[in-house]
């Protein structure tokens, strides 16, 4: 007989699609409605109090953030089993650099606006709460 149910059992966690200083980021599915997520993994053991809490409000501000330029928040959870924290975003495509090796190392300038644009766009959302977050891994 199985545990109890916990918020991971919500997905189906596929490969891990990035690595580092802060954490682990994968593939995932919502076994709920088959949405493409990634699920950011971040360890929490070891941090002082201070960093302990700027991490868990990371969570908070994500789900604040309604703006179409900003990867959509989907779920997030404190794991004391594991003393970790989890984040679900939506699953926002390949990555700069899949792009650019795909393009053969660059990116036309059509292309290269466009890409700044969006970030731009995102920052001044930011900038207009007084907030600034910029994502890890």
């Known amino acids: ?8 059992d919500n997905y189906d966690v596929h490969a891990c699609i990035g690595t580092g200083t802060y ?10 409605d088959g949405l493409q997520c990634v699920l950011k993994q971040v360890p929490l053991g070891g941090l002082s109090d201070s960093d ?50 795909d393009g053969g190392g660059t990116l036309c300038e059509e292309d290269a606006w466009d890409y700044l644009l969006q970030v731009a766009q995102g920052r001044g959302l930011h900038s207009s709460t007084s907030q600034l977050t910029l994502r890890r891994v």
Not at 23 to 32: A, E
Not at 73 to 97: F, K, N, Q, R, T
């Open 1 to 8: 007989m199985g545990g109890p149910a916990t918020a991971m």
């Open 23 to 32: 954490g682990r980021v994968y593939d995932c599915t919502s076994r709920s």
């Open 52 to 101: 302990r809490q700027e991490t868990l409000s990371e969570a908070a501000i994500l789900r604040s953030v309604q703006c179409e330029h900003v990867v959509k928040y989907v779920d997030s959870w404190e794991d004391p089993e594991s003393d970790c924290l989890y984040i679900v975003m939506e699953h926002a495509g390949d990555d700069l650099c899949v792009l650019m090796k």
